[in-house]
């Protein structure tokens, strides 16, 4: 059981590329979501999803893209980087309800020249 | 959806005194309040957690309390210990929104 598992741990970017970080769980959870922490920051919610088929905005949607065709994998898509999106960037997973247990992804740490 | 705003952003205390945090959410609905501490460089790791039909939980050292009236939820740490440094944050459902962190800092 690899819990929730991200792709690539690191990557570098340049100014208007596009590319797409992986996302993937093994528990059968229903709900995932993508968080960006900046350095010295909290964690703010990008986008999120409660099942296959269906994804919903949060806080900083703007840039990134999402799409849920399984109930494993959760990709985030950057569109056009910019440097305003270097951050590092955790997948997280959960069952079903509002009160269940959130488990994190080890993060992939995401610079944009 | 939720607001979430944590106090103080920075705490500094002894090895061995206690340490609270606290947390006030916005949306009355929500009924789930997890405590996450993230070590440098490392995933937030849950901690310990209370959901609405209780006012109290503890777990060894920590113990977290919640207000639903207020709209508050704290964390306490007794007898702190430097392994105990790192920055802690506190969030609530539903889409799981988090306060912006603190950073405890628990000199020897």
């Known amino acids: 059981n690899a819990g929730v598992t991200q792709t690539p741990k690191f990557q570098v970017l340049k100014t208007g590329q596009s590319m797409t970080l992986q996302c993937a769980q093994d528990?059968?959870?229903?709900?995932m979501s993508w968080y960006r922490q900046d350095p010295g920051m909290g964690l703010r919610l990008i986008h999120y999803?409660?099942?296959?088929?269906?994804?919903d905005q949060g806080e900083v949607p703007n840039g990134y893209n999402v799409s849920r065709s399984t109930t494993e994998d959760f990709p985030l898509r950057l569109l056009s980087a910019a440097p305003s999106q270097t951050s590092v960037y955790f997948c997280?997973?959960?069952?079903?309800?509002?009160?269940?247990?959130?488990?994190f992804g080890p993060g992939t740490r995401l610079t944009v020249l | 959806g939720e607001n979430v705003e944590q106090h103080p952003s920075t705490l500094s205390v002894q090895e061995g005194d206690s340490a609270v945090i606290k947390c006030t959410y916005s949306d009355s609905a929500s009924n789930y309040f997890p405590w996450y501490k993230q070590e440098l460089g490392k995933r937030p790791q849950l901690i310990i957690d209370?959901?609405?039909?209780?006012g109290e939980k503890k777990d060894q050292r920590i113990a977290v309390t919640l207000n639903k009236t207020a709209k508050h939820f704290s964390l306490h740490i007794t007898e702190t210990q430097p392994e105990d440094s790192a920055v802690y944050f506190c969030a609530a459902s539903g889409d799981m929104r988090f306060g912006a962190g603190t950073r405890l800092t628990v000199k020897p």
């Open positions: 528990m059968n959870h229903e709900y």
């Open positions: 209370i959901r609405s039909n209780v």
């Open positions: 999803s409660v099942g296959a088929g269906i994804t």
């Open positions: 997280a997973s959960r069952q079903t309800g509002p009160t269940d247990t959130q488990y």
